[in-house]
T-cell receptor
């Protein structure tokens, strides 16, 4: 069974440009998370979906970040415009159960560099 | 807001020694606690999941304990090997999956 798939793996863009990341969760997983991880730190939650509904986006900088999960499957995270401080690894994760009682599985991440 | 702390931040041991990694959290109202491994430049690999009703969970050389009332979990890795060198992260699921900053482990051959 395929794990969580993210693309691209790496992205280098100039500041003020837009960028988008894509995530395909494990088949059948209801819950999908987007995290941002800065160097030497643990991942920080940006947004959490249950099926197609964003149930926690309190940490998403909504002035420049947006996300969607169409049909409760794949998800896209967008930044427009990107700033130097957005350089980080963006991780997507999914889990099966809505009650929080099952394992979360992570993708390989997208390393974003803003220059 | 849930705060997750991992001590120590880094650990270096000779091969064969047992590893003890600590994780503490401030809000005990959690569904579960999960330990992950992260290799440089890679994503997170799930090691163990402990449900809130469990006291410990074992997988091979790994054993994790959970004391929810005191807000603590410990990951034990027996007979460490150089291949165990990585960063180990704990995450508590209180509907949010909050992470500590991790413990970076180096096992010297």
């Amino acid at each position: 069974e395929a794990g969580v798939v993210q693309s691209p793996r790496y992205k280098i863009i100039e500041k003020k440009q837009p960028v988008a990341f894509w995530c395909n969760p494990i088949s059948g997983h209801n819950t999908l998370y987007w995290y941002r991880q800065n160097l030497g730190q643990g991942p920080e939650l940006l947004i959490r979906y249950e099926n197609e509904e964003a149930v926690d986006d309190s940490q998403l900088p909504k002035d420049r970040f947006s996300a969607e999960r169409l049909k409760g499957v794949d998800s896209t995270l967008k930044i427009q415009p990107a700033e130097l401080g957005d350089s980080a690894v963006y991780l997507c994760a999914s889990s099966l159960d809505l009650t929080g009682s099952t394992e979360a599985f992570f993708g390989q991440g997208t390393r974003l560099t803003v220059v | 807001k849930q705060e997750v702390t991992q001590i120590p931040a880094a650990l270096s041991v000779p091969e064969g020694e047992n590893l003890v990694l600590n994780c503490s959290f401030t809000d005990s109202a959690i569904y579960n606690l999960q330990w992950f491994r992260q290799d440089p430049g890679k994503g997170l690999t799930s090691l163990l999941l402990i449900q809130s009703s469990q006291r410990e969970q074992t997988s091979g050389r790994l054993n994790a304990s959970l004391d929810k009332s005191s807000g603590r979990s410990t990951l034990y890795i027996a007979a460490s090997q150089p291949g165990d060198s990585a960063t180990y992260l704990c995450a508590v699921d209180d509907y949010k999956l909050s992470f500590g900053a991790g413990t970076t482990v180096t096992v010297r051959a």
